[in-house]
């Protein structure tokens, strides 16, 4: 067959299939009716969005929150109880759960340059505690929530899971251990696990200081803004896109890696006059204050492996997603923004 026949081909085959997942990747619902489910970040941004999905579908959950930081929104019919990631695990949090999602984990970049020791024994430690205290009866299926950090300066775009792991900071690093550690639990106890890699989620309730909601606040108070660097390129993905993959990977109850992303990579200069333009700001300046020497300049998922084991795939278009999370800043009190 020629060549350019089959490219043609390819096409055809790969906008049917997204056509059909339009409609097949929606989570099965009865699947978590009544499942013994553990969310560990209760109070973090991609955990409150999954929190509620998973609820909607009747499971019982237990989620865990760090004692200082009580949930700021509870959702009825879950139990929320405190845990610490550099403390054991309660007595009280123990027991058989047939599915966890581990989300707890410290994610403030400069904070990870500044104080690598304690970011790794959140985010690793945190894991092996976890893990230790979940042996007495492990779990029937684990979700690691790691991060396209793992993969360093990308050889090859875009970047599929088999691309070497070589983190540049210590918090791509302490996540990389993470995965380490959550494989040789799952050899040693045999349960399954799955990891996801996401790459840049956004959406409502995301913490002010990262990407997305800094370029909104900024320009809902005028034209002028500030920001390390235009120039990198990363690949967006909304939260609730996010979430319906972290379920997918659950019901598959399969051993993988998969990453998380839409294929499409933007500037950060190009997301800037997105945003600009939904907002209706014109004359936009942006002063550039220098990237951190860690900072990844190109970023873009191959997400062929979401696909198709998952049946998962991106739904919610880049300015879809913006425009929603513009509204939800835009209309929400100063208390109810900020979630890690």
Known sequence: MRSWLKQILTCIVKKIRRKTLLTSMNTNPHFWKERKVLVTGANGFIAHHLLSSVAQRGAHITALVPES??????????????????????????????????????????????????????????TLRLLEGLMGNPPGHFVYVSSFAVYGVPRTLPIDES?????????????????????????????PVAIARPFSVYGPWQNENTLVPSIIRQLLR?????????????????????????????????????????????????????????????????????RRHTD?????????????????????????????????????????????
Request: positive net charge; charged residues 25%.
């Open 69 to 126: 930081q009580p949930p700021r929104r509870k959702n009825s019919g879950i139990i929320y109880r405190a845990w610490n990631v550099t403390d054991p695990l309660p007595r009280n949090c123990q027991g058989h759960y047939d599915i966890v999602f581990h989300l707890a984990a410290q994610t403030d970049l400069l904070r990870a340059d500044e104080e690598p020791q304690r970011t790794l024994d959140a985010n690793a430690g945190g």
């Open 222 to 290: 005028g034209p002028e803004i500030v920001l390390r660097d235009t120039k990198p390129t990363r690949d967006f993905l909304y939260v609730k896109d996010a979430t319906q993959a972290l379920m997918r990977m659950a019901e598959l109850n399969r051993s993988e890696v998969y990453n998380l992303g839409t294929g499409v990579s933007v500037s950060i200069r190009a997301l800037v006059r997105h945003i600009s333009t939904l907002l209706g700001v014109k004359h936009v300046q942006v002063r550039s204050v220098g």
């Open 163 to 191: 691309h070497p792991t070589t983190p540049l900071d210590a918090y791509g690093a302490s996540k990389l251990a993470g995965e380490a550690i959550t494989w040789a639990y799952s050899f040693r106890h045999r349960f």
């Open 296 to 340: 990844i300049l190109k970023s873009m998922a191959d997400i062929g492996k979401a696909s198709d084991l998952l049946d998962w795939g991106p739904q919610t278009p880049l300015l879809d997603g913006l425009h929603d999370t513009i509204n939800f800043y835009r209309h929400s009190s100063e208390e109810r923004r900020v979630l890690i």
